[in-house]
């Protein structure tokens, strides 16, 4: 079988891995550079720059491991905790009960609060539970930012409030997979004391990278952790990333394509980068709407601007939907993950994307929805985006109207 | 700086990462598939279908992970081992080192026999440690195959005869990261449990995979061991490779350039992709003698024929050669790990590599060894290869002598 099965582009409308841009493919197709050579500090030194910006920290260290956000998990776990240690997660979707799961596994005791799908954390329930722990038992706290499976976002700074309101000193540990370089992370501002992401969401990069910001208090405490561990071991990483070079061979393309990732981001400055995304997911939003189907996560100023889990009526399969948009359309959209498999299918709208993109796959979404037996007016929500884009078109366009 | 300091190509003669092929680049430098869509069954099943060749098994399953040669080292022992239990390692330089500290740090009580760093493991000493051992306390041999950082092979198939002669039941991991698909390796016939590589060496990747191939009793083994493990545990991920899928998003592009080096691999024939390395490596020894330089590995039957690490004189640091043909000539050769550091530098020739590149590597480590003030004949090595591979360019000739 070819690469594409319609002729033209593949839409890649998940919610992670995200379309490369042309710019960081041709940054990584060249030769290999030789890891322990000239090329490396000055290459690591500006990822280490770039990402700090994008996490927004001047105090947090930066981690970079060939692998996965699944091996970030576990890399925020076992350099901060001991087996048996009591960790407190949120579950409000797919992924942040894996990210307790695989806590579990690393043996950790770990309470996980059990939420609806439908929404972010809320503060007040951190607070709730921190207050009653007056033995500060608890050693980490596991918030997902940006939950991929819902939609659904968590306000990190007002949960470091609850933290701090609970006078509880456990550790923040966030996920930020499919948020951070799309949406605004503040790191230092949050008082974050973890962040962790892979490559191939807001950073635009094919996937194979873990990536960590590590503030002062977690590396204080990985210094004291004796958890067995070895290649996600950050102590040897980040004395060797110090003067540019990695404990083992690192995936060093990844890496060229991250700098030019990272150039593309603050060349567009990342606030623009937040608000086209705040743009472009209000459009997605309008479409839904117009069709008349519900948006999983139900508090509108929850709703993550880097994809959207749409439900679909009771009587169609969504499996059904993307199925039909994959084979016909040349259109990957996200399943429906754990207990939402078949009701729900995600669109991702992160990383490199524009108007014109979002459209399509709005069209695409609309025709596979209408074949499947979803009663809808083609075109109606097209054009209810294209209204919400007209209008920040409009403003945005401002003194320099086009003639 | 610029991608080169001097105008051509970069010869990256290290022993790994290897120069990747242009049509495994060109297999990279596209789209991001969708790791959930149709294309990931049949390029799955590919890849095991190759790698099982290039392994030599029937039996053993292929385990694929985002990450490095030293995550395949951890997910070797932290699915086979308890903590406690005990470990019998050879540490015959730096990785095979390394490789039991591994196994140290992950709780495991590693008894290390430090051998000279000049030659392979001896199967008698194998079977004399583990004919005392009548209490079967050891569960596994650790053995690396071809240790990268002095260039002598372990007879891996007199290994397995050795643990045989004494009815030692513990599994064989073996190392062979700077080994598989240039070497030959026969994971059957030698009764491997677990082999380990990396995806940057032989299988002429860029950095950012590893691969195991897992034998009935480690996975026998790995059923019952209890060890904390997410990230690496390989019976989720052998569960879903089955399917053609992955339990987290794979290295995508990594698995499209993996396709294409084993067609490239399979359509050269294994047997003349380690006849090529025989023969190159052949040269370089050949050169190496000429220049009247030592040869680290002492047994000329265990030289590799991925890498020749070289012996300078006392007079002369290593580094200084290295640095020279690095920034003059555009030539990175692999540094001297560990307590080699300064006294030897290692030639790497592996991967897709030919006569003429060879050649122009040797013609470079002279000048660098000229320049770094170490007595020789410039033209005595490149001229010594030469010799060497006319005779083996004569017979291969045969009968289609060109006119």
């Known amino acids: 079988m070819d690469e594409t099965m319609t002729s033209g582009r593949h839409f890649l409308q998940i919610p992670g891995p995200t379309n490369v841009p042309e710019r960081v493919r041709l940054a990584m197709d060249r030769s290999v550079p030789d890891h322990r050579g000239w090329e490396m500090p000055e290459l690591t030194s500006e990822l280490v720059r770039g990402l700090r910006q994008v996490f927004k920290t001047t105090s947090g260290r930066i981690a970079l491991y060939p692998g996965s956000g699944t091996a970030a998990w576990e890399a925020s776990i076992v350099n901060t905790l001991e087996p048996g240690d009591r960790v407190l997660a949120f579950s409000i979707g797919h992924f942040s009960h894996l990210y307790a799961e695989c806590g579990r596994r690393l043996g950790m005791a770990v309470d996980e609060v059990e939420l609806p799908w439908t929404r972010g954390v809320p503060p ?17 706290v596991l918030v997902v930012h940006n939950e991929t499976s819902t939609g659904a976002t968590s306000d990190v700074g007002a949960i470091r409030a609850a933290m701090d309101a609970a006078g509880h000193p456990a550790l923040l540990l966030v996920d930020s997979v499919s948020g951070v370089a799309s949406m605004d992370f503040r790191f230092d501002e949050w008082g974050v004391d973890v ?3 892979g490559a191939q969401k807001g950073l635009m990069l094919p996937p194979g990278m873990g990536i960590l910001c590590l503030g002062p208090r977690a590396l204080e405490r990985s210094r004291h952790v ?65 069709w008349g189907l519900e948006i999983l996560c139900q508090c509108p100023a929850e709703r993550s601007n880097t994809l959207t889990a749409v439900v679909v009526p009771p009587e169609v399969d969504a499996d059904h939907v993307l199925r039909f948009a994959q084979t016909r359309l040349n259109l990957s959209l ?21 108007e014109l993109e979002v459209l399509a796959t709005l069209a695409g979404v609309e025709l596979a929805l209408h074949l499947s037996g979803v009663p809808l007016d083609l075109g109606s929500g097209v054009a209810a985006a294209q209204r919400l884009l007209a209008e920040t078109l409009r403003t945005r366009a401002g003194a320099t109207t086009p003639c």
Not at 124 to 140: C, F, P, T
Not at 343 to 354: C, E, S, T
């Open 195 to 197: 962040a962790l992401t």
């Open 334 to 354: 996200g399943t429906g993950l754990g207990r939402l498999r078949k009701r729900v299918f995600r669109i991702g709208h992160l990383g490199a994307l524009n």
């Open 226 to 290: 004796t958890t067995p561990r070895y290649f996600l071991d950050w102590g040897p990483l980040l004395e060797q990333m110090e003067t540019g070079y990695f404990p083992y061979t690192p995936a060093t393309l990844h890496l060229l394509g991250l700098r030019e990732a990272l150039r593309m981001l603050l060349e567009e400055g990342l606030e623009a980068v937040f608000a086209r995304h705040a743009r472009l997911a209000g459009a997605v939003r309008g479409a839904v709407e117009a």
């Open 124 to 140: 007040e329930l951190v607070e709730a539970h921190l207050s009653v722990d007056r033995a500060h038992r608890y050693r980490a």
